[in-house]
C-alpha cells in the first residue's frame, strides 16, 4: 500500500452561540491507496474532503490516527508530493517560468537545469509563448497549467489535488482533465483528486471515495471500470455516473442533526 | 487624442488657473485690505523678494535636508521594525499596545523634550518628520506580514522553501505593494509636519519662514512661503507616486 490512511479522525475546536464546541470534521477514515492509482474524493461541500487531503499532504496533523506514505509517517509537506490548490497559489510577483521554477530553486539543481526543466514543464502544460508573463495576465484555466507545471517539475510522486478545476468554466475544465490525465498516466503518478462534480470524478478516477458529510466518513468506495481515455456519456459512463449520483442523493436524505 | 501625460498637465493647469482667478475675484470683489487677504500678484512680487535675497532657496535647502534624512530613517526604521514585528508574534502582542499608545500624541507635543536635550537646530525638526512618517510604515509593515496570503506560505513549506527563505522568498515580496502605498502616504503626512516641526526650535528652513512673516505683519511673504511648501509637498507626491507605478509594475501588476 502506497498511501495508508488509518481511522484518521480530526476535531477542532469552534465558536457556536458564544461558547466553544469540538467539531468532528473527519470520523475515522480509513483507506487505502495503491501507487499510480488516481483516487477522486467525492462529496458535498463540508464534508471534509479538503481537510483530509491536507492531512495527507502534511499541511495539518489529524487528532487520531495516522497516515503513512511508503511506509513512513507524514510528518511535514514535501516535494514528493504536491499539493494543486483551488485558487491556484501562484506569486503573483513572478513570471510564469520564475514560477514554475520555484520548487528548483535549491542546492544540488544547477542553474541551466532548473532553467531547462522549468522550460521543459511549461511546454508541456502548453503555455511555452506565455512563459515571460505574469500570472495577472492569464486566464484561470491558464494560471491553474502554470501551478500543475510547477508541481510537475521537481517530479513528486503523489499528487494532491483540492478542487482544482472547481474555479473554471466546463470547457476548459473537460480540457484540463483530459490533459491532466494524459500527463499523470504517462508519469505514473499517483493522484488524490478532491472534487464535488460527478462528472469529473467519473472521467478521472480508477477509484471514488464517496464521503458523507458532517462528521465526514467514508460513505462507499466505488470502482470506476472504465477504459482510459473514457468516453463521456457513453452508456456505460452513464451507468457508472447514476450509481454515484444515486449514493449521494442518499447521503442528502439522511437527517441533518439539529443543536438545541 | 491627447495622451494621459498632457491630460494631467491639462487638469493641473486648468485647476490652478481656477484657483488663482477665484482667488483674484475674492479680492477685487470684497474690496479686502492687502494684509487682510494679499492679491495674486502681491504673492508673486513676494515670492520674487524672497528668491532674490536668497530667503527662499535657503529655506527651501534646509527643510529638504531635514525632511530627506527624517523621512528615509522613518521608512527605514518602520519597515525594519515591521518586518520584525509582523515575523515575531510575542514581539508583535507586546509591543503593539505601547504603539498604539504614542501613536496618537502630536509629533509637536515631543518637542520641549527634544530641545531640552538635542538642542535647537536641525534635529527637532527631523525628529517630527521621523514620528509622522514612522507609526504608518511600521504599523502598515507589520500587518501587511500578518495579512501575507496563507496560500503562499503553504506553496513555500510544499515545495521545501526553509522559514527564513521563506521570509525573502515570498513575505518580503509579498507585501511590497502595501509597503510601497505606505511610503506614499508617509511622504505626505511628513512633508505636512515638517512645516509644523520647523515652526518650534529651528532658525531655518520653510516653517520659519511662515513664522518671520506672521511676526513681520508680511501676508503676502506668509501666503508665498504657503505656496511655495505646497507646491513641493505635490511634485514630491507626484514623484512618489511614479516610484510606486514603477514598483507595482516590477511586482507583476502589469495592468
Known amino acids: 500500500m502506497y498511501i495508508e490512511v488509518n481511522n484518521v479522525t480530526k476535531q477542532f475546536v469552534s465558536r457556536n452561540h458564544g461558547r466553544d464546541e469540538m467539531k468532528t470534521a473527519i470520523d475515522r477514515v480509513s483507506l487505502n491507496i495503491e501507487k499510480g492509482e488516481f483516487v477522486c474524493i467525492l462529496g458535498f461541500s463540508g464534508c471534509g474532503k479538503s481537510t483530509l487531503l491536507n492531512i495527507l499532504a502534511g499541511f495539518e496533523k489529524p487528532t487520531d490516527g495516522t497516515v503513512k506514505i511508503d511506509g513512513t509517517e507524514v510528518a511535514a509537506p514535501s516535494t514528493k508530493n504536491i499539493m494543486i490548490f483551488q485558487n491556484y497559489g501562484l506569486l503573483p510577483w513572478r513570471t510564469v517560468e520564475k514560477n514554475v521554477e520555484l520548487g528548483l530553486e535549491k542546492k544540488g539543481v544547477s542553474k541551466q537545469e532548473r532553467i531547462e526543466t522549468a522550460r521543459i514543464y511549461t511546454e508541456l502544460v502548453g503555455l511555452k509563448d506565455y512563459a515571460r508573463r505574469f500570472p495577472c495576465q492569464l ?3 491558464q494560471q491553474q497549467r502554470v501551478a500543475i507545471a510547477r508541481g510537475l517539475a521537481v517530479n513528486p510522486s503523489i499528487l494532491f489535488m483540492d478542487e482544482p478545476f472547481g474555479a473554471l468554466d466546463p470547457i476548459t475544465r473537460t480540457k484540463l482533465q483530459d490533459d491532466l490525465l494524459h500527463i499523470v498516466k504517462r508519469q505514473n503518478k499517483t493522484v488524490v483528486f478532491v472534487t464535488h462534480d460527478i462528472d469529473e470524478a467519473v472521467y478521472l478516477a480508477d477509484r ?24 463521456r456519456n457513453s452508456s456505460i459512463f452513464n451507468d457508472i455516473r447514476d450509481r454515484i449520483y444515486n449514493e449521494l442523493y442518499s447521503i442528502s436524505q439522511q437527517p441533518l442533526e439539529y443543536y438545541l | 487624442m491627447m495622451n494621459s501625460t498632457l491630460k494631467s498637465i491639462y487638469y493641473t493647469v486648468v485647476s490652478f488657473l481656477g484657483v488663482v482667478i477665484l482667488w483674484q475675484l475674492l479680492v477685487s470683489g470684497l474690496h479686502l485690505n492687502e494684509s487682510l487677504l494679499p492679491s495674486p500678484l502681491s504673492v508673486v512680487k513676494a515670492l520674487g523678494e524672497l528668491t532674490l535675497d536668497g530667503t527662499l532657496v535657503r529655506g527651501v535647502v534646509a527643510s529638504i535636508f531635514r525632511f530627506i ?3 528615509l530613517s522613518a521608512v527605514l526604521a518602520g519597515i525594519g521594525l515591521g518586518l520584525l514585528l509582523g515575523l515575531f508574534s510575542p514581539l508583535f502582542r507586546y509591543s503593539y499596545p ?20 538635542l538642542g535647537i537646530g536641525d534635529i527637532p525638526a527631523i525628529v517630527i518628520i521621523f514620528l509622522a512618517g514612522f507609526f504608518p510604515v511600521l504599523l502598515t509593515t507589520a500587518s501587511a506580514v500578518h495579512g501575507v496570503d496563507t496560500v503562499y506560505l503553504k506553496v513555500a513549506h510544499n515545495y521545501g522553501i526553509g522559514r527564513v527563505c521563506s521570509v525573502f522568498k515570498i513575505i518580503i515580496p509579498a507585501i511590497f505593494p502595501q509597503i510601497a502605498n505606505s511610503l506614499h502616504i508617509a511622504l505626505g503626512t511628513s512633508w505636512i ?18 513664522i518671520d512673516a506672521r511676526n513681520n505683519m508680511r501676508t503676502d511673504q506668509l501666503l508665498a512661503t504657503m505656496l511655495v511648501i505646497g507646491i513641493i509637498g505635490f511634485l514630491l507626491d507626484l514623484l512618489i507616486g511614479k516610484f510606486e507605478r514603477r514598483i507595482l509594475r516590477f511586482w507583476g501588476n502589469v495592468n
Open chain 1, 139 to 141: 486566464s484561470g484555466g
Open chain 1, 208 to 231: 471514488i471515495v464517496i464521503m458523507s458529510t458532517d462528521p465526514g466518513r467514508i460513505q462507499k468506495i466505488i470502482n470506476v471500470d472504465l477504459p482510459h481515455p473514457a468516453v
Open chain 2, 69 to 71: 534624512i527624517g523621512y
Open chain 2, 98 to 117: 505601547v504603539i498604539q499608545l504614542i501613536r496618537p500624541i502630536a509629533p509637536v507635543a515631543w518637542m520641549p523634550f527634544v530641545v531640552l536635550l
Open chain 2, 193 to 210: 509636519f515638517l512645516v509644523s516641526g520647523e515652526m518650534v526650535g529651528t532658525q531655518s528652513g520653510l516653517g520659519y519662514m511662515i
